[in-house]
């Protein structure tokens, strides 16, 4: 009788372990996907005041997007706790500012990262990847996404929010152009790139 007790005791520990997820009792779902971040979750994207910066928006409180700043912009960039700023131009671009914007973030104690798109398309896939990891990690956050206008700022954030976070091509078009996306050309593309492809089997 002990014998078959300690069995039943053994089988009813190791049904209890499975329902908590393992030993740890931590349960596998415990942490969302990486896919769908907690901080997009009931955020739109809407208009912002941002200094000299053009066309700024923002999508709550996580990311700004905005055309070029200027060095008159990094005080209220402070107050806006931002800690890191991508831009999207191309050297060559940036070459005719008259400052080196990279530096002058750094010394303003901010991450700068120079991730040229050009007008070329699809974009590149490296300088894709790597926009989308510095997106979807919140510990960038603040974080400010800016172009020359904000037009190229808002194809990329449209083709992220598609990409990454799973959103219907109506609605991250509609995103992209309330982050500043103008270029009907853009617009095409998502189109191009988004859309459901039908099946070549479906022809025979």
Same mark, same amino acid.
């Given at each position: 009788?002990? +014998? ?29 996907? +990486? ?10 994207? #809407? ?47 940036? #070459? ?23 007008? #070329? ?18 510990? *960038?956050?603040?974080?400010?996404? %800016? ?13 992220? +929010?598609? *990409?990454? %976070? ?22 095409? %593309? ?15």
């Amino acid at each position: 009788m002990k +014998r078959i007790a300690f069995t039943s005791l053994s089988f009813l520990a190791a049904l209890m372990a499975l329902s908590c997820g393992g030993p740890s009792g931590e349960s596998s779902s415990a942490q969302p996907p +990486r896919s769908q971040p907690p901080w997009h979750e009931g955020d739109r994207v #809407e208009r912002a005041e941002l200094g000299s910066i053009i066309n700024a928006s923002r999508f709550g409180d996580d990311i700004y997007f905005g055309g070029q700043l200027q060095p008159g912009d990094l005080a209220l960039l402070r107050e806006k706790g931002v800690k890191t700023v991508v831009n999207l131009r191309r050297p060559q671009e940036m #070459e005719q500012l008259g400052f080196d914007e990279g530096q002058i973030l750094q010394e303003a104690g901010m991450e700068y990262h120079l991730i040229p798109f050009g007008h #070329e398309l699809p974009p590149d896939e490296q300088a894709y990847g790597q926009l989308a990891d510095l997106l979807d990690d919140p510990r *960038k956050h603040p974080l400010l996404l %800016h172009c020359a206008s904000s037009n190229r700022v808002g194809y990329a954030w449209a083709l992220f +929010r598609a *990409k990454q %976070h799973h959103l219907g091509l109506s609605a991250a078009v509609n995103e992209g152009k309330s982050a500043g996306m103008r270029s009907p050309r853009f617009e095409a %593309h998502l189109h191009n790139l988004l859309l459901p492809k039908p099946d070549d089997r479906d022809d025979r």
